[in-house]
């Protein structure tokens, strides 16, 4: 039997799943780390609306905030899917 994850799913960003992150804003090397938190922001700021997932194509530059299982946080252009 084959399981096929809709299309939506695969698409999404969610709270706890794996990613790399790039720490030092994007000059260290990445390390796998799960997210347990998202937050849409104003351009640069920290803080924003909470949500429990966003999609991919929405998580570039500083506009996605995310919290990490490691007690860091990132910016959207620090992660990539795994």
């Known amino acids: 039997m084959i399981i096929v994850k809709p299309i939506k799913s695969i698409c999404m960003l969610k709270i706890g799943d794996s990613v ?10 990445a390390k796998k780390v799960k997210i347990t938190g998202i937050e849409i922001c104003k351009e640069g700021s920290k803080s924003g609306r909470q949500v429990d997932e966003i999609s991919w194509d929405k998580v570039d530059g500083r506009r996605v905030v995310v919290d990490l299982d490691n007690n860091h946080w990132a910016y959207g252009y620090q992660l990539s899917k795994i």
């Open 20 to 29: 790399m992150w790039k720490g030092g804003f994007g000059s260290q090397p």
